[in-house]
């Protein structure tokens, strides 16, 4: 679980800093 929360914290910060641009 921890690989996992690594992974999604950045992903929703970058989603809510930058919420018009798609990276995947």
Known sequence: MK???IFL???LV???A???ECLF
């Open 3 to 5: 690989c996992v929360m």
């Open 18 to 20: 930058e919420p018009g």
């Open 14 to 16: 970058v989603l809510m």
């Open 9 to 11: 914290v950045p992903t």
